[in-house]
């Protein structure tokens, strides 16, 4: 009766279903994409940079400390809403969220490729809940845009 329980690890795709999998309302958008995780990760990890390309709503995003894994950064929206941000990224994984926002982004090695997964939209304070208005449409568009970068 002593035996250990059982283990296993999530690649970052499969745990960001499982977080997502406790938010009302969000949606994870997955895919396979044609390039390496290193060429893949190279721009979505590029948080002031290439992210903004990839994420449609972005127009700005500033990182203004790093410890570590923990980053918190300055985030604004195209339609000129503004966010802290606060999280954790590491290769394969980007969680950051503010009290009206969240932003989660996935990246594994498949095969010859890459599987990424993205979700995020705008918060219900005090709730684990996001309002599910574009959250399917911009995560669709987050994997074209991606594509068309590599």
């Not at 994420?55 to 790093?66: A, T, W």
Request: glycine share 12%; with cysteine; proline share 6%.
């Amino acid at each position: 009766m002593n035996e250990p329980w059982p283990t296993t690890d999530l690649d970052p795709v499969r745990r960001l279903h499982v977080l997502v999998g406790g938010i009302r309302g969000a949606h994870v958008t997955e895919a396979h994409i044609d390039a390496p995780f290193e060429q893949v990760w190279a721009l979505l990890g590029d948080l002031e940079g290439a992210f903004g390309q990839v994420v449609p709503d972005m127009e700005r995003l500033r990182v203004v400390r790093r410890q570590g894994e923990r980053v918190e950064a300055l985030a604004r929206s195209k339609y000129g809403m503004r966010a802290r941000l606060r999280g954790v990224q590491r290769p394969g994984w980007c969680w950051l969220q503010s009290r009206f926002l969240l932003l989660g982004v996935a990246a594994a090695p498949d095969g010859l490729g890459t599987r990424v997964a993205f979700t995020g939209g705008v918060r219900l304070p005090t709730r684990a809940a996001l309002i599910p208005l574009g959250v399917r449409r911009e995560g669709s568009r987050s994997v074209q845009r991606l594509a068309a970068l590599l």
